[in-house]
């Protein structure tokens, strides 16, 4: 037996508005966790990048400053 033929003779509500309630109920859980799991990584990868970027223009920035008053020696 199909799922089709398991919901032909149910109401719309039932389809549209019980069926993905349950769902949510059920796994809510379960999706909280891997939105929370997604979310958090992708803050740390844009924490990271933005670490090391600013350690880069920090390194850039004193060796320019560095080299410029060496050549003024």
């Given at each position: ?33 891997v939105l929370s799991f ?36």
């Amino acid at each position: 037996m199909a799922v089709r033929e398991l919901l032909t003779g149910v109401p719309w509500w039932v389809k549209w508005v019980a069926i993905p309630l349950i769902a949510l109920v059920v796994f809510g859980g379960l999706i909280g966790a891997v939105l929370s799991f997604v979310f958090g990584l992708l803050f740390k990868v844009l924490l990271f990048v933005a670490l090391v970027g600013g350690l880069l223009y920090v390194v850039r920035r004193f060796r320019s400053s560095s080299s410029s008053s060496r050549d003024e020696w």
